[in-house]
């Protein structure tokens, strides 16, 4: 892989020669997920919500809500991209902030915009993440004509939601989510509900969370591990990498949903991580080394890499590019998109040494920054994935090398 000459207070990927990985047959691959931060402002106030809490406060600069200009422009660029690159299919999710701020008719109208822009033969699937405090039946009404997927932000029981995923004034907030799964998962809207999302806290047990988390019987888990850096790392995740108490976590979790007798639930985390055990590739930019095609627009129109990247410091998801003026292919050629994109060739000499590089990917992309190196590091959690990727990789191997059970009679 080339790379440009490094200049002093430039970190990796800013000096990758993109011009000469594209000269020697490299090609990105199309965008197929569009993130659209329809709403700039939430209505909660989590503790470790990396829009408002860390470096980045560009949030405060941005419209509250995107225009139907910008939406208007947002489903042009993305019919554009979609034909020029002769794409069946693309996913638009809806975003914060809080997405239900702008409110259902307006989300509902911003699905339509980009379908009708869309060519005949380009499906537009499209979903909005919500924390759900403002879910009610109106929304889903309005989402069932759309078949627009919901999902949803619980972090487990109502005292480990209400740890950190409270109101402004300090009133937690499962109650009200809770309401708003039951509605969702009626007959007439469960095929809406496209699963939780919840992020890790060590303060919760872990089994406790896991199961406060199937009592809503989600299709999909997503588990999240906080985001931190080298530089600003998680709770509890020191330099000590004996330690690994965020592997410890999730293998309580993968212990309870691998030992179960029934099909629970998709875990997305260990069902990413059991399929690259078995030689596949990753659906998830948590793990593996599949390019990365999802692109993110803020409100104003500019566009971003994975908003996640605001962990690392102020302006770290920019790209410099915004929908009116750039189309998509423009952001293809980012270094920060390249990067997400090159696979083996974007890990560091640690990470291809280590048994478990190709599974593991070095982990969430904007984890592994480290002042000097940029993201051409471990993950922050190198620790923990290795110990669960390993813990996995031991019940699959045992489970593969047990003698099948004997169909045959006495």
């Not at 969702?184 to 496209?194: E, S």
């Not at 590739?281 to 996640?308: I, K, N």
């Not at 478990?356 to 471990?378: E, I």
Request: contains cysteine.
């Amino acid at each position: 892989m080339k790379s440009g000459a490094a200049r002093p207070g430039r970190e990796w990927p800013a000096t990758l020669d993109v011009d000469g990985l594209v000269a020697d047959g490299w090609r990105p691959r199309p965008f197929r997920q569009f993130l659209l931060k329809v709403h700039s402002r939430c209505n909660l106030a989590c503790d470790y919500c990396y829009v408002y809490t860390l470096g980045d406060q560009s949030w405060r600069s941005q419209p509250k809500v995107m225009s139907p200009a910008v939406v208007a422009t947002a489903a042009r660029r993305i019919a554009e991209h979609a034909r020029a690159h002769r794409l069946r299919s693309v996913r638009v999710i809806l975003h914060g902030g809080e997405p239900l701020l702008a409110g259902p008719a307006y989300l509902a109208d911003t699905v339509r915009a980009i379908r009708a822009e869309a060519a005949p033969d380009v499906r537009v699937d499209a979903a909005v993440q919500t924390n759900a405090v403002l879910l009610d039946e109106q929304a889903l009404r309005a989402f069932h004509e759309l078949d627009l997927k919901v999902g949803v932000s619980l972090d487990g029981s109502p005292r480990a939601h209400d740890r950190n995923r409270r109101h402004a004034d300090g009133r937690g907030t499962h109650a009200a989510v809770a309401a708003a799964l039951r509605l969702l998962t009626r007959p007439a809207y469960r095929h809406l509900y496209a699963g939780l999302l919840c992020t890790i806290d060590l303060a919760n047990d872990p089994v406790e969370t896991y199961e406060s988390l199937i009592a809503f019987d989600p299709p999909v888990i997503d588990l999240l591990l906080p985001h931190g850096t080298w530089e600003s790392p998680p709770p509890e995740r020191t330099p000590d990498q004996s330690r690994a108490p965020y592997g410890d976590w999730l293998i309580a979790i993968f212990d309870r949903w691998y030992g179960s007798d029934r099909d629970e639930t998709v875990v997305r985390l260990f069902h990413e991580i059991i399929r690259l055990l078995l030689g596949g590739a990753s659906a998830s930019e948590a793990v593996g080394l599949t390019p990365a095609t999802l692109v993110v627009v803020e409100t104003d129109g500019t566009v971003e890499q994975t908003d996640s990247l605001k962990v690392v410091r102020h302006g770290a998801a920019a790209t410099g590019l915004n929908i009116a003026d750039h189309p998509f292919d423009e952001a293809l050629r980012h270094p920060g998109m390249v990067a997400r994109q090159l696979g083996w060739a974007a890990l560091g000499e640690e990470c291809r040494a280590c048994r478990f590089g190709r599974v593991c990917g070095a982990g969430l992309y904007p984890h592994r920054y480290r002042p000097g190196t940029g993201f051409r590091n471990p993950s922050v959690y190198c620790a923990d994935l290795y110990r669960l990727i390993g813990h996995i990789r031991s019940r699959v191997v045992a489970d593969l090398r047990r003698p099948p059970a004997s169909t045959e009679g006495p």
